[in-house]
């Protein structure tokens, strides 16, 4: 038996499945090491599976080599279109692994590992120990399945999946009522994201969904076809609105976006979110979860870009959530609050990058940003393991950690300086290529160019405010004096002596995430440097096509247009518009000024935090506190967002659920549960009143009843009914003992046969004469009610009441042939007539000019059976009435009669052939 | 008078009347049982007279409506039988055999 190298991608998503399923079901039976053996063991054995599926990707030649393995289909579903035949469209259970994902599984099971190996230490005294393994270990598979998923729904269940694990570790101290509802509160803001990307999902199904593409879930598909996503309108009840679906798409697949990974305005959740235990923090709510968003929008590239006006709304909002964030981070004094509003800013970040076309960009800082933010919550956690804490540490009562806990110093000095973008650092790297795409967007491209200098400007100010709370944090927690951790008059906690350093299980992740965080930026060297940008090559090979045909055209506009179209044929993980903006233009100006910004950034946050911490011991900061008090308040508010929301949102849902709770509580459960069982208890009171235990009236009643049958059975009851078959009717009357019938088919008072005992007989109506009448069918134009059915009979006139259609006569006069017919112009449509005039029905519409079949100009127009006329969007059509009559005896010799109308359509007969009637003005 | 098939179903419905008229206007449960035997007895008189009249084809009689007959005097026995029981067991419990006395169920 061979190795299968699709098998693996089916058991890195399984193993730590089953490693929750065996933890979840036996953990809290079973001892800690057997727990830490298949929590650690299932997690860690997929990161090696992992690297080998990586390598071997490495390997393979081509642009974006993949690999797939197909599990089976799940479900399909049937796409409803207009005009066209209904599409079945498959949903299957398929995991790929290419570019893209790659570096995200293995991303996600190596951090995972380490968390997992952290967590044996830092969470070794809980009593719940079992469980939070499981919950990893869910979270583990659930994002694996979001990130190798080879389709949206599938890749959706991966996305709800580590929304529910989320959930669940954040409330894991549930105990606390905080933090079970900084859980819920996690879970209802991604609920509203997840309801944008579902509706994305189906306008991008809806569009993508035919013949020649029936697998429109996949992602390989919905991106092969996206310049046909860009051209397609939303159309909204027939009505075009101005908007591609590749914008509303993307803007609701943006909204999904903004839940999951904390972007304005859903970025409330993930500061609260630090409620759950510190790993948590790490794993899911700085490295991988919160990353998703960003994936997603890495993964529909293709789509996203071709929606200018949806790709200019994400990088906006991606860069003032960067500056929102930043700014509520300078103020803060819990380390875990810091790291958590830093993590909105560095999403923001990634977020804008994808939004200015730099996907590789955007994507390089969320691998970089789950090192060293990674790295950053673990040291926080070994801190407060320090001492003792389990909610948070007051960076005001640290200080001088550098001497107590030295291995967490180290780590933690490498990933603050990582984060600020200290050169040569991962995150200097990868801000780097991020500030470089937005230079790219103002200086090269045709739309809105000022807002890249926005963004720009948005961006070099974020990461100089990051510069500085990092450090800020960094010297006050590390640096100085050590002051107990706790205040003086904590009433909760005592200060701690003697801080000790936290076990090898926490340390040695640390050391790992730290050399990550120092080392990892290597992968994307800036372009200035004209070294090998490994991770360009990797996720967006296309701009080597791109550069050499804009070596052999020069750098007009139509070398450029050549480039661009050239680099597009490279097949890649994801789309790009950033091809080296730099060499566009045919200078390296724009990325040393982007590098430059970037170290500006670090040297003046970095600076200011240590002139003013170390060097003047924070008396700066707080005299601008005490002098700008109001912004201050704000800032230490956050912007008051929770309470705008929960004015604007929660107060108002609060009334309607209270309203809906009484209208519950008085008029269901009062008022109707009261009146029915009151209505149940008098109608029993009514039938027990026969129950009155006088056998007299008991048997009378039977006797009566007796009676009645008797009575019934002494007459025949015939029971008529009718069927139109071809060319014939079958009537079919009751049976009975005894009965016989006889049958008058046209019913003109002539019976047309003898006695018989068969109630069945058929007759074929071909005379005029044994037609009862006419019924015209007028199927009225945007009727709601179908078509109607109008029955006229001998002499009658019949005005037809659908005025839409008289209303539509008028207008098609006006406008069939551009003549006006002044005569009838403005004036008000009466209701055409219908009349039976000797075998025809004669339509009369609105006294118009009718030029029937013999060429009369009598304005008016007579119908045969089976004819229709079409006049502005109405139809009538004119069927045949018959009517049947039966007489059934019984052997009491009593007789019935009954008769029955049937409605036929029918053709038109030898005589006409098709219908030449036809309404010309 | 000639005697036919309507003669019988008229003696019939005479029988069946006196039988209806006994039990609605008796109070005596032990007269209301023999009234019912009137009534079963003047349909069985006309379950005979029905499958005289009507025996079938030639070489295919059929006796249908004696046997109908036969089965509803079996069934009237097994019913007296009960009806009696029930009797005996009403006048224990209330010291009468009138049919108005068994009221336990009434509203």
Same mark, same amino acid.
């Given at each position: ?921 | ?9 008229? $003696?019939?419905? @005479?029988? +069946?009347?006196?039988?209806?008229? !006994?039990?609605?206007?008796?109070? /005596?449960?032990?007269? *209301? ?11 069985? $008189?006309?379950? @005979?007279? +029905?499958?005289?009249?009507?025996? !079938?084809?030639?070489?295919?009689? /059929?006796?249908?409506? *004696? ?14 039988? @009960? ?25």
């Amino acid at each position: 038996m061979g190795f299968d190298i699709q098998q693996t991608l089916l058991w890195i998503v399984l193993l730590p499945l089953l490693g929750a399923l065996i933890n979840g079901i036996a953990g809290r039976h079973a001892s800690k090491a057997a727990v830490n053996v298949v929590a650690v063991g299932s997690v860690f054995v997929a990161f090696l599976l992992s690297v080998v599926g990586f390598v071997h990707l490495a390997q393979a030649e081509g642009g974006n080599a993949s690999i797939v393995f197909d599990f089976y289909e799940w479900f399909s579903i049937e796409v409803q279109r207009v005009g066209a035949p209904s599409v079945e469209v498959p949903v299957r259970v398929r995991f790929v692994m290419d570019h893209l994902s790659g570096i995200m599984t293995v991303m996600v099971t190596g951090i995972a590992s380490l968390i997992h190996v952290y967590s044996i230490g830092y969470m070794a005294e809980d009593e719940g120990y079992a469980r939070f393994m499981t919950y990893l270990n869910l979270f583990t598979a659930s994002m694996l399945v979001l990130v190798l998923a080879s389709n949206v729904p599938l890749m959706f269940v991966g996305w709800e999946g580590v929304g529910l694990c989320s959930y669940l570790l954040i409330g894991f101290w549930f105990k606390n009522a905080d933090y079970a509802a900084a859980g819920r509160k996690a879970f209802v803001v991604n609920r509203i994201g997840d309801f944008g990307v579902l509706i994305g999902m189906f306008l991008l199904v809806a569009v993508v969904a035919d013949e020649r593409t029936p697998d429109a879930f996949e992602f390989a598909q919905i991106n092969a076809v996206a310049t046909r996503i860009g051209l397609t309108q939303v159309q909204l009840g027939g009505a075009t609105l101005g908007v591609t679906v590749a914008t509303a798409a993307s803007l609701f697949l943006f909204l999904g976006v903004c839940g999951k990974s904390a972007q304005f305005p859903l970025f409330v959740w993930l500061p609260d979110a630090m409620a759950g235990p510190t790993p948590v923090s790490a794993l899911i709510h700085a490295a991988t979860m919160v990353t998703a968003g960003v994936y997603l929008l890495c993964r529909l590239s293709p789509v996203f870009v071709e929606s200018p006006y949806a790709m200019a709304f994400v990088a906006t909002v991606g860069a003032f959530t960067a500056l929102l964030a930043a700014s509520i981070a300078l103020v803060q004094n819990q380390m875990k609050k810091i790291l958590a509003y830093s993590t909105v800013s560095q999403l923001g970040f990634m977020v804008a990058a994808c939004g200015m076309g730099a996907f590789a960009g955007g994507f390089f800082h969320v691998f970089t940003h789950a090192f060293f933010k990674a790295c950053l919550f673990l040291g926080a956690g070994s801190v407060m393991h320090a001492i003792h804490s389990h909610s948070d540490a007051d960076i005001r009562y640290l200080g001088g950690l550098r001497k107590k806990l030295p291995k967490t110093h180290i780590t933690f000095a490498i990933a603050t300086a990582a984060i600020a973008g200290f050169p040569l650092t991962s995150g200097f790297f990868s801000k780097d290529e991020i500030l470089l795409g937005a230079l790219t967007w103002a200086t090269g491209f045709p739309y809105a160019p000022f807002m890249g200098w926005v963004v720009f400007g948005a961006l070099v100010l974020a990461a100089t405010m990051t510069a500085f709370y990092m450090f800020r944090l960094y010297f006050r927690a590390f640096w100085g004096e050590y002051k107990g951790g706790y205040a003086d008059d904590d009433p909760h906690h005592h200060k701690v002596e003697h801080p000790h350093e936290s076990p090898d299980a926490m340390t040695v992740p640390l050391y790992v995430l730290a050399a990550g965080a120092l080392l990892v930026g290597l992968l994307g060297l800036p372009h200035a440097w004209h070294l090998p940008n490994l991770w360009s090559e990797w996720l967006a090979p296309g701009h080597e096509a791109f550069l050499a045909v804009l070596h052999e055209q020069g750098h007009g506009e139509e070398a450029v247009a050549a480039a661009t179209a050239a680099a597009r044929e490279v097949p890649s993980a994801m789309a790009s518009l950033q091809f080296q903006g730099q060499m566009v233009h045919g200078a390296d100006w724009i990325a040393w000024v982007a590098m430059g910004a970037g170290s500006l950034a670090f040297l003046i946050g970095a600076g200011l935090a240590y002139v003013w911490y170390v060097q003047q011991d924070g008396s700066a900061p707080a005299g601008l506190q005490r002098s700008m008090p109001g912004l201050h308040r704000i800032l230490m508010d956050k912007w008051r967002f929770d309470e705008l929301y929960g004015f604007l949102i929660v107060t108002p849902m609060r009334w309607l659920a209270y309203f809906a709770a009484n209208l519950d509580r008085f008029f269901v459960d009062g008022l109707l549960t009261r009146a029915s069982s009151a209505g149940a208890k008098a109608l029993g009171f009514l039938l027990t009143r026969a129950q009155n235990g006088v056998v007299f009236a008991y048997a009378g009643l039977m006797v009566a009843g007796l009676a009645g049958l008797a009575w019934w059975f002494t007459y025949p009851h015939p029971a008529l009914e009718g069927e139109a078959g071809t060319g014939e009717v079958s009537w079919v009357a009751g049976r009975g003992l005894g009965y016989e019938y006889r049958w008058d088919f046209d019913s003109d008072g002539e019976w047309d046969t003898e006695w018989s005992a068969d109630p069945a007989a058929s007759h074929v109506y071909v005379d005029e004469d044994q037609i009862y009448g006419l019924v015209a069918i007028v199927e009225a134009p945007r009727s709601m009610f179908g078509a109607e059915e109008l029955v006229v009979t001998a002499g009658e006139t019949v005005e037809v009441p659908t005025v839409n259609l008289a209303a539509d006569w008028v207008r098609t006069t006006i406008t069939t042939d551009g003549d006006a017919d002044e005569g009838l112009f403005g004036r008000t449509p009466t209701a055409p007539t219908l009349r039976y005039d000797g075998g025809r029905l004669v339509v009369n519409i609105n006294s118009a000019n009718i030029v029937d079949r013999d060429g009369g100009d009598d304005g008016r127009l007579a119908l045969r059976a089976g004819e229709t006329v079409t006049f502005g969007g109405g139809r009538i059509t004119v069927a045949v009435l018959v009517r049947g009559t039966v007489e059934v005896k019984n052997p009491f010799g009593n007789r019935s009669r009954e008769s029955r109308d049937l409605t036929l359509r029918v053709n038109p007969g030898a005589e006409g052939g098709e219908p030449q009637a036809q309404v010309i003005r | 008078m000639e005697i036919g098939l309507g003669t019988y179903l008229a $003696l019939a419905s @005479v029988l +069946f009347g006196i039988g209806a008229v !006994g039990f609605l206007t008796r109070r /005596n449960i032990l007269l *209301q049982l023999m009234s019912i035997e009137v009534m079963l007895n003047s349909v069985n $008189l006309t379950l @005979v007279a +029905f499958n005289r009249w009507t025996p !079938g084809e030639p070489g295919a009689w /059929n006796h249908h409506g *004696q046997v109908f007959a036969f089965f509803v005097i079996a069934v009237a026995a097994a019913e007296a039988a @009960v009806g009696l029981a029930i009797l005996i067991s009403l006048y224990r419990l209330k010291s009468s055999v009138e049919s108005d006395s068994a009221d336990l169920l009434k509203h």
